[in-house]
């Protein structure tokens, strides 16, 4: 595809309930990250994508958060058990490459609201 | 957990007028990019600066570095109403090499026509 496509683009869903957040990354890119941006935390490194290995998953705020690539394209990011203060837009980024200096280009992001 | 902070956090100017925002952090950085975010949804890259420089341009948008001081500007020359919008800077850092992104809190941007 031309760009990041992430969806939903919004999903309302009622706590304790888990979600599946989808992120198609730019074709051939091969790092992928997810970000988190809410009113209280702004804007939050979550976990980053090399093909399909996490070599850094620190950003993850609990168990209840996780992820996975497959096939060095699409990632999957799931919470289970959502709470309240899950609510946030949900970023999805990719780039040619991991490194410093790859430019990643983010989708519109996933808007998740928790009841 | 944020990197640094940017001031202001919010601005109000004049079509043609120009903007400056500022962006301070706290670790060595490989280096330090902007973005923009309209509406509240994905961000869009405006450019990169590395450690060992000290400003670059780009279009109307210039950008300077400040290692010494942990800091960095951006300013917007003969705004716009379509340059409204949120503005975040981001580090990467030296340690490591996953390229994540660490950002500040944001300057929200009003242009008015």
């Known amino acids: 595809g031309a760009g990041v496509s992430q969806s939903p683009s919004n999903k309302v869903t009622e706590k304790g309930k888990d979600v599946e957040l989808r992120c198609d990354p730019i074709s051939g890119h091969t790092a992928l990250y997810w970000y988190r941006q809410s009113l209280g935390q702004g804007l939050e490194f979550l976990i980053y994508f090399q093909g399909n290995s996490a070599p850094d998953k620190s950003g993850l705020p609990s168990d209840r958060f996780s992820a996975e690539r497959t096939g060095g394209s699409v990632s999957t990011l799931t919470i289970q058990r959502t709470q309240q203060e899950d609510s946030a837009v949900y970023l999805c980024?990719?780039?040619?490459?991991?490194?410093?200096?790859?430019?990643?280009?983010f989708g519109a992001g996933t808007r998740l609201s928790v009841l | 957990s944020q990197q640094g902070e940017e001031d202001p956090q919010a601005l109000s100017i004049q079509e043609g007028e120009n903007a400056t925002m500022n962006c301070s952090y706290k670790?060595?950085?490989?280096?330090l990019q902007w973005y923009r975010q309209n509406s509240g949804r994905g961000l869009v890259h405006l450019i990169l600066?590395?450690?060992?420089?000290r400003e670059k341009h780009s279009g109307r948008l210039r950008v300077t570095l400040d290692t010494s001081k942990k800091s960095s500007s951006l300013l917007i020359t003969a705004s716009r109403a379509a340059d409204t919008a949120s503005y975040f800077c981001?580090?990467?850092?030296?340690?490591?090499?996953?390229?994540?992104?660490?950002f500040g809190q944001g300057t929200t941007l009003q242009v008015k026509p």
């Open positions: 981001a580090t990467v850092l030296n340690s490591g090499n996953t390229g994540k992104l660490i």
């Open positions: 980024a990719s780039s040619l490459g991991g490194g410093a200096k790859n430019i990643q280009y």
């Open positions: 600066i590395r450690s060992n420089e």
């Open positions: 670790t060595s950085i490989n280096n």
